[in-house]
């Protein structure tokens, strides 16, 4: 049987090769449209057309796997980023490993008797950049995503990141104009580049507004447990419960109902990632939705290029407010 060829490709989704090659390499974000990319991958994967990557010159290991470190298994937003990545990595006949190093603060221990040996590179989500310093002893090129841009010390090649700053004030934008002024901001307990740029830029929107900031590990009761505590302190009480995740904010509204207040009637909540939780609890969680599947689906795209001795562009991916039945005005002073 005849292996498909790009040309093959193009003339079965009506593109050019050039489109195919965009498509399938993953740099077709600004160039091709979603719908066109979506017709490229359904004719590839219609005509099993795999890319001859010794014809494109990758400068490959002998294994064609890559390695995505994440914080934990499970948080959707990983699964997610993993999606991204394999999909991607299969196109090009690649694997993708998942390996989970707790918190994302590390280090992340090589998985491998030797992982410059069974790998070609790794791809680090939201992880510390000294978290992986063993595996890039390893040799091993390094695509960072969700971190710290200026933190040289990975000695990462790219990175992809999501514009989470913007996300945040998308959230205080939002609820500044309903009105309200007093928040309590749940912030995350990790120490993590992400959750940093949040907090400052939520101090950033809400200088001026009195503003009580609480941390907890990521689940649910102990958001809920940090949140009561925060709740009954005394003088005014918040008006509005800004989260630095949709699983803080789920345990926001477990202490609002144990102290008998409704949500958003008398206090809002939001959240932010955007998981199937936020439309899971009642009242639906107004968060942010971060494209983790692109997000892993760039990484990717990142990494191929420098296995081919490319300069891969530093990527800023956009975020989204998700308004739901979280927010609301705050009641009557």
Same mark, same amino acid.
């Given at each position: ?18 489109? %195919? ?19 490229? =991958? ?57 390996? &989970? ?7 992340? =221990? ?54 989470? $700053? ?10 500044? @104009? ?18 940093? %740029? ?21 689940? +649910? ?19 509005? +419960?800004?989260?630095? #995740? #949709? ?14 207040? =409704? ?28 494209? @983790? ?17 490319? =300069?891969?562009?530093? $990527? ?13 005005? &705050?009641?009557?002073?």
């Amino acid at each position: 049987m005849t292996r498909p060829t790009s040309r093959d490709v193009a003339g079965a989704a009506g593109v050019s090769q050039a489109t %195919v090659s965009l498509v399938l390499g993953g740099k077709w974000q600004g160039r091709v449209s979603p719908a066109t990319a979506e017709r490229v =991958r359904a004719a590839a994967g219609t005509l099993g057309y795999r890319p001859n990557l010794a014809a494109r010159n990758l400068r490959l290991g002998r294994t064609r796997t890559a390695l995505l470190v994440v914080p934990a298994l499970t948080n959707e937003f990983f699964a997610r980023v993993y999606t991204g990545a394999a999909d991607l990595a299969a196109a090009h006949g690649f694997g993708v490993v998942l390996y &989970p190093s707790p918190d994302g603060v590390g280090p992340a =221990r090589d998985p491998f008797a030797s992982a410059g040996a069974a790998l070609d590179g790794v791809i680090a989500s939201s992880m510390a950049a000294g978290a992986v310093g063993e595996l890039r002893g390893a040799g091993l090129p390094l695509v960072m995503l969700d971190s710290d841009p200026a933190d040289t010390s990975s000695g990462a090649a790219a990175h992809v990141n999501l514009d989470i $700053a913007d996300g945040m004030r998308q959230v205080t934008d939002h609820l500044l @104009a309903l009105g309200h002024r007093r928040f309590l901001h749940l912030a995350s307990g990790v120490p993590s580049w992400t959750f940093d %740029v949040r907090a400052a830029a939520l101090a950033d929107a809400l200088r001026g507004a009195h503003v009580t900031t609480a941390r907890s590990a990521h689940d +649910v009761h102990e958001a809920s447990r940090a949140a009561l505590t925060a709740l009954t302190l005394s003088g005014p009480r918040p008006t509005a +419960v800004v989260c630095d #995740d #949709d699983i803080l904010a789920a345990g926001a509204c477990k202490a609002l109902r144990r102290l008998g207040l =409704r949500v958003p009637d008398d206090v809002s909540v939001t959240g932010f990632d955007d998981l199937a939780l936020a439309t899971a609890v009642e009242p639906e969680l107004t968060t942010v939705r971060l494209p @983790a599947e692109r997000i892993g689906e760039r990484g990717m795209a990142a990494l191929l290029a420098v296995l081919a001795d490319e =300069r891969p562009d530093p $990527a800023v991916l956009p975020v989204s407010l998700v308004a739901r039945a979280s927010t609301a005005p &705050p009641p009557p002073s």
